[in-house]
């Protein structure tokens, strides 16, 4: 086990909807990247957060927003929720610098009706 | 174009037998090479990290070919345990994302 829990497991949304996935880093990991793999596909980087702010984005729009705590935990936010937004979302947390280690958490599966 | 390209299978061997994926990147700044099994409905696991000169752990071969920025991964004596999918990944010096290809589904029938 890498140390790195997510809830929920899974969910269920229909669209328009808004969700919130939240992630907890492996202990003294300050950082923080989600990723989005959909079905047959492999993982999509969304964004990475480094103490608390933006430490890189990759190509979502901006209704995916996220957040980190002082105690490193992490929130995926997606706003209107649309049906291609239906994936296994992954977060991964690693400590600064190279960032060639990343331990993955067991992911959320959300589903959009 | 994907910046990391794989053949995404499926495979079907018969257990015992050798296997080989491989996988193509684009971007030339890449510089670590990885190898990640994911298991049905699990998270992406490091299978084993790609070095220049090739590297064995086990039953698993990677090599790198930098020049034609190509990756490879042998998989010998297959066991059941093996029956996956491989995810190949790159990542830029300085860059903060692991970039995955779409990965390739192996199943090892007995």
């Known amino acids: 086990e890498t140390g790195v829990t997510q809830s929920p497991t899974h969910l269920i949304k229909t669209r328009g909807q808004q969700v919130t996935l939240r992630c907890s880093s492996q202990s003294g990991h300050n950082t923080v990247s989600w990723y989005q793999q959909a079905l047959g596909q492999g993982p999509q980087f969304i964004f990475q957060y480094y103490r608390e702010e933006e430490n890189g984005r990759g190509n979502f729009p901006p209704r995916f927003s996220g957040l980190q705590f002082p105690n490193y935990s992490s929130e995926l936010n997606v706003n209107a929720l649309e049906l291609d937004d239906s994936a296994l979302y992954l977060c991964?947390?690693?400590?600064?610098?190279?960032?060639?280690?990343?331990?993955f958490g067991p992911g959320t599966r959300l589903t959009v009706l | 174009r994907k910046e990391v390209e794989q053949d995404p299978g499926p495979f079907n061997v018969p257990e015992g037998a050798t296997v080989a994926f491989n996988c193509t990147y684009s971007?030339?700044?890449?510089?670590?090479f990885f190898w990640y099994r994911q298991d049905c409905r699990k998270e992406p696991k490091l299978l084993m990290s790609?070095?220049?000169s090739g590297n064995e752990d086990g039953r698993f071969t990677a090599q790198l070919n930098r020049a034609s920025q190509y990756i490879s991964l042998l998989i010998r004596d297959s066991k059941l345990s093996d029956s996956a999918t491989y995810l190949c990944?790159?990542?830029?010096?300085?860059?903060?994302?692991?970039?995955f290809g779409q990965g390739t589904r192996l199943t090892i029938n007995p």
């Open positions: 971007n030339s700044a890449s510089q670590s």
């Open positions: 990944v790159a990542i830029s010096a300085g860059a903060q994302k692991l970039v």
């Open positions: 790609v070095y220049s």
């Open positions: 991964a947390s690693s400590l600064p610098g190279p960032q060639d280690t990343q331990y």
